[in-house]
């Protein structure tokens, strides 16, 4: 049953973000991507349960590795963003 | 459940809806900024709860992890040049690929069923392929490595014994998970295999690759989630996923092309059959275009990636607004496949100070074009090219372009003849309408700057 939960939930969360993502202007495309970066590194959330186990050298090696790199993503990624969209400004704004 | 767990599960809850409200606000130039911050804070609360895992015993590797990558990306997203923002983008994709993939690799201990060892093959397979396919196109977008498609005989063939490969040790791998030979064949062919798939395409061709990689880093969060058991993993990840391909659907309507067109064919290697240009080229010097230009009431600028490689922008901008004190409306028009990833040109005439309400799509300021009195072309070649309307023959027919041609009097900024990245001829160089404004783009908006201020 777990499988179909999940997949279930899967399958509402890519309809919500089609209809979410297609009302994102054109001009704000690259700040979108880069956020989606900062997103995709949510994989922190599963490497830090896996580098914190302490079963064995391995895991938390992989673990650690993991948690890195999805860092980079999540802190470069939002702050790049931020940087971005502090820039975008109307006319006379 | 128990009580910590339950916790954990309601923050993943919260933290859900903070990233679909903050994607909401993305929606608008005016809230993007709030949206982006909500979505931060819902990272934050996603991460914190996860820390409250009573399984976690050991958080010194945590720690490092967060610290040595908080440092390099905090550093990364202070010192990246605007112009550098594909490449950015690109080795950040990579990032999240592998990450999934070094998630699946370590939740291979804790697997017990089938379903989540086919989940696992998956997070290795999509985050191997995108780690290194993002790293090929970081290296020619950073023109590290050539950027152009790099073509061989028998090149399906070996993509497909490669695809057949990763099947035959995927399905290895979940017969039996207790040996390594088959988890090890599976990363190194994922590896391999992204490497395969970016290299047959071409610079030109980056806004698509990076749109797909970017879903594809989403997808692998999601099957990474699927094997750890984690809910908010497969909600991010799906966002990320739906969001990169609608972005690739885009750019792929923009260039009139199918998906698999620009995967499988390698557009620089399109030869085009030799068609007669009638008209000559009529270059102009920074003077004469100064006396068309200060007569001007109505001006739109063009924007391709050559702006980026000139890094003009700012002069671009300069020039926007001393046309502007002379009295001419001046606005741009951006083609969705300018520059190398979606919406490239915006943000960097964004961070010139150019207002976004001031950057007109191709289907808003096309209509306008023959009111236009001047069209300056600014390193774009093939988005403005009218064989895309006009020569059947061409391998650009049918491909939605700026119809610059339209306007009164064009100027086209640019190096020297040499033809675009795709290779294909440009009438519109010849047209009796367009004049050719020949050198460094930065040079000759600076020689106009003068002009028009002096």
């Known amino acids: 049953m777990e499988a179909v939960f999940l997949t279930f939930i899967l399958m509402l969360s890519i309809f919500l973000g089609f209809e979410l993502i297609n009302k994102v202007p054109a001009t704000l495309h690259t700040p979108l991507m880069s956020g989606a970066n900062a997103i995709s590194g949510i994989t922190v959330v599963g490497a830090v349960s896996l580098a914190g186990t302490g079963q064995h050298d391995l895991a938390n090696w992989l673990g650690a590795g993991a948690v890195a790199l999805a860092t980079i993503n999540v802190v470069g990624g939002y702050l790049v963003t931020d940087r971005m969209l502090a820039m975008f400004k109307k006319k006379g704004g | ?454």
């Not at chain 2, 039996?176 to 391999?192: C, D, K, M, R």
């Not at chain 2, 009218?386 to 306007?407: C, F, H, K, L, Q």
């Open chain 2, 1 to 454: 459940m128990e009580s910590t767990q339950l916790i954990i599960q309601l923050a993943y809850v919260v933290s859900a809806a903070l990233f679909i409200f903050g994607l909401k606000l993305l929606g608008s130039a005016a809230t993007a900024r709030k949206g982006n911050l909500l979505s931060s804070v819902g990272m934050l609360v996603a991460i914190v709860a996860a820390l409250l895992d009573k399984g976690i015993v050991e958080y010194q590797w945590i720690i490092a992890g967060v610290l040595v990558g908080g440092a390099i990306g905090a550093a990364a997203a202070r010192l990246v040049q605007m112009t550098s923002m594909p490449e950015m983008v690109a080795l950040f994709n990579g990032f999240g690929g592998m990450a999934s993939l070094l998630v699946g690799a370590a939740a291979l201990g804790t697997a017990t069923n089938t379903f989540t060892l086919v989940t696992i093959v998956l997070s290795i397979l999509i985050g191997g392929l995108t780690f290194t396919g993002s790293l090929i196109a970081w290296g020619k977008l950073s023109e590290t490595i050539g950027s152009g498609a790099v073509m061989f005989r028998g090149q399906q063939v070996v993509n497909s014994l490669i695809v057949l490969a990763i099947l035959a040790s995927a399905v290895m791998f979940c017969l039996q998970p207790e040996n390594p030979t088959w988890l090890y064949a599976v990363i190194g062919l994922s590896l391999l295999f992204g490497i395969m798939a970016v290299i047959p395409i071409g610079g030109a061709d980056m806004p698509v690759v990076i749109s797909l990689l970017n879903s594809y880093s989403g997808l692998a969060a999601c099957a990474a989630g699927f094997a750890v058991n984690n809910n908010i993993l497969i909600v991010a990840g799906s966002l990320v996923g739906a969001s990169g391909i609608i972005l690739t659907q885009i750019m792929c309507k923009a260039m009139n092309r199918s998906l698999s067109n620009v995967l499988f064919s390698g557009f620089g290697s399109v030869s085009s059959e030799e068609t007669e240009i009638e008209g000559e080229i009529k270059p102009i010097s920074v003077e004469d275009a100064y006396y068309v230009l200060e007569a001007a009431s109505s001006v739109a600028i063009i924007p391709g990636y050559g702006m980026a490689v000139a890094q003009a922008q700012h002069v671009v901008k300069e020039l926007t607004e001393l046309l502007e004190k002379k009295g001419a409306e001046v606005n741009f028009g951006i083609h969705p496949v300018a520059g190398r990833m979606p919406g490239h040109m915006n943000v960097l005439l964004a961070e010139a100070d150019v207002p976004y309400d001031q950057l007109l799509e191709m289907d808003d300021i096309n209509p306008r074009m023959e009111t236009v009195d001047v069209a300056i072309v600014i390193g774009a070649n093939d988005v403005v090219n009218p064989a895309a309307r006009e020569v059947e023959s061409s391998p650009i027919y049918g491909m939605p372009v700026i119809n610059v041609d339209s306007a009164r009097t064009v100027f086209v900024l640019k190096r020297s003849m040499a033809s675009g990245f795709a290779g294909i001829e440009n009438p519109l160089f010849y047209k009796e309408n367009t004049r050719m404004l020949f050198g460094d783009a930065k040079e000759s908006i600076g020689g106009l700057i003068r002009e028009l201020a002096g």
